[in-house]
C-alpha cells in the first residue's frame, strides 16, 4: 500500500469517527470552536478569535452575543488597549467543555472496549501519538 492510499484510509477513517462523536455533542460546531479557542488560548480579542477561526468578525458577533448571554464566556475591557475588549471562557464553560469531552471520550472507550481486543487498544493509543505528531 502506498503512502497515498494510507493517507485517503486514515483521512477516512479520521473522519468517520469525527462524525460519530460529534452526534452526541453537547455542544454547536460554532460554540465548540469559540470555546476551544478561549480554552487553549485564553484571553483574546473578538478579532484575533475571528482571524483564528478565519471569519469576518461581523460573522462572530451573534454567536458571541449568545455565548456571553449563556455564560459561557465574558468579556472585559483590554487594560492594554481601553478601546478593545477581551473574551474568556467562564467557569461555566470551562465546565460545558468538560463535561462535553467527558461524555466523547467515555463513548469512545466504551467502544474499544466492546470491540478491540488489548493488544488493538495499544496500537491505537500508539497511533494516537503518531497522529498528534502529524499535526504538531
Given at each position: 500500500?502506498?503512502?497515498?492510499?494510507?493517507?485517503?484510509?486514515?483521512?477516512?477513517?479520521?473522519?468517520?469517527?469525527?462524525?460519530?462523536?460529534?452526534?452526541?455533542?453537547?455542544?454547536?460546531?460554532?460554540?465548540?470552536?469559540?470555546?476551544g479557542h478561549l480554552?487553549?488560548?485564553?484571553?483574546?480579542?473578538?478579532?484575533?478569535?475571528?482571524?483564528?477561526?478565519?471569519?469576518?468578525?461581523?460573522?462572530?458577533?451573534?454567536?458571541?452575543?449568545?455565548?456571553?448571554?449563556?455564560?459561557?464566556?465574558?468579556?472585559?475591557?483590554?487594560?492594554?488597549?481601553?478601546?478593545?475588549?477581551?473574551?474568556?471562557?467562564?467557569?461555566?464553560?470551562?465546565?460545558?467543555?468538560?463535561?462535553?469531552?467527558?461524555?466523547?471520550?467515555?463513548?469512545?472507550?466504551?467502544?474499544?472496549?466492546?470491540?478491540?481486543?488489548?493488544?488493538?487498544?495499544?496500537?491505537?493509543?500508539?497511533?494516537?501519538?503518531?497522529?498528534?505528531?502529524?499535526?504538531?
Amino acid at each position: 500500500m502506498s503512502t497515498l492510499d494510507t493517507a485517503t484510509q486514515l483521512r477516512r477513517s479520521v473522519t468517520r469517527l469525527m462524525r460519530r462523536m460529534r452526534r452526541d455533542r453537547n455542544l454547536g460546531p460554532g460554540r465548540l470552536s469559540v470555546l476551544g479557542h478561549l480554552f487553549r488560548t485564553g484571553s483574546m480579542t473578538p478579532g484575533a478569535l475571528a482571524q483564528e477561526e478565519g471569519v469576518q468578525p461581523q460573522s462572530l458577533t451573534r454567536l458571541l452575543a449568545d455565548i456571553e448571554a449563556e455564560g459561557l464566556a465574558s468579556r472585559r475591557r483590554d487594560e492594554r488597549d481601553g478601546r478593545q475588549s477581551l473574551l474568556e471562557l467562564t467557569e461555566t464553560g470551562h465546565a460545558l467543555l468538560a463535561e462535553d469531552g467527558a461524555a466523547r471520550s467515555a463513548w469512545l472507550a466504551e467502544a474499544m472496549d466492546a470491540k478491540l481486543s488489548p493488544t488493538e487498544q495499544e496500537l491505537l493509543r500508539l497511533a494516537a501519538q503518531l497522529i498528534d505528531r502529524l499535526t504538531e
